[in-house]
């Protein structure tokens, strides 16, 4: 039971890979906190009703988690996705709004440096503790389908890389896991890779648990893909 007792905060946590995260710490006796834009207090420990583009919400919701637990050891960005799906706008970028264009980089990478800022003095003080960007073979590749979504991703490369060296004296690690098409929706098996299938919710799960055990301990600062070597090139993409 590696993560008994560890408090993870999980934004995303009422669906998808967020979901599957926070079911496999609780196994493990980890305390869940679950961010999400409704609370969720069936799959949670603790619920937090959190839109990641207001900052105020999160500074005020880790202030009241470290109260209670004194310490954040693992915080794991999922909230995101792309805006024209999330939106139901189904435009081309030349076409599509600048709300969505907005709501695509606020959530994809403003959140993840709301969430940075928010926990990063406690890890600091702590002298450890991991965060997790979760990105996209987008934010590899590129996407003319997903401008916003794929420029976010893309950003989130080097905040990894950034607050990996800002923590690296406090032992404080950050990583990065970018899925290709994973089956957290059924369109996505349509989504080719050189391995001729999507990946499984649990595969990224699997290679995210791992990051943020002890057996990672000397890792900081990467980008993981799990895309059955989509990002390699050497194929046509949908995209």
């Known amino acids: 039971m590696e993560f008994k007792d ?6 995303g946590a009422n669906s998808g890979i967020g979901k599957l ?15 999400d834009i409704e609370k969720n207090d069936n ?4 619920s937090y009703k959190v839109d990641v583009r207001d900052y ?16 954040i050891d693992i915080v794991i960005n999922c909230a995101g996705g792309a805006s024209s799906r999330v939106l139901n706008e189904n ?12 709501w695509g980089i606020d959530v994809n990478l403003k959140g993840p440096i ?4 928010a926990v ?9 503790g991991v965060i997790i960007n979760v990105g996209s073979v987008s934010g590899v590749t590129g996407s003319k389908t997903a ?3 794929a420029s976010a991703k893309s950003g989130l490369i080097g905040l990894t890389k950034s607050l990996a060296l800002l923590g690296a004296a406090h032992q404080v690690r950050c990583c990065m896991v970018s899925p290709g098409p994973v089956l957290t929706r059924p369109e996505m098996s349509k989504m080719t890779t050189p391995m001729a299938r999507a990946c499984s919710p649990l595969e990224v799960v699997d290679l995210i648990m791992y990051l943020c055990s002890e057996k990672a301990a000397f890792i900081s600062g990467d980008n993981y893909m799990i895309d059955g070597a989509r990002s390699c090139g050497g194929m046509k993409h949908e995209e």
Not at 91 to 102: C, G, H, Q, T, V
Not at 120 to 128: A, F, P, R, T, V
């Open 6 to 11: 560890k408090v993870v905060i999980i934004t």
């Open 21 to 35: 995260l926070s079911e496999h710490f609780l196994k493990q006796e980890a305390i869940v906190v679950g961010f």
């Open 43 to 46: 799959i949670h420990v603790l």
């Open 56 to 71: 105020r919400a999160i500074e005020k919701s880790i202030s009241e988690i470290v109260k209670l637990y004194q310490k």
């Open 91 to 102: 435009k081309p970028f030349e076409s599509l709004s600048l709300n969505a264009i907005d």
């Open 114 to 117: 709301y969430m940075a800022r």
């Open 120 to 128: 990063i003095n406690q890890m600091i003080k702590q002298k450890n």
């Open 147 to 149: 401008v916003d979504y």
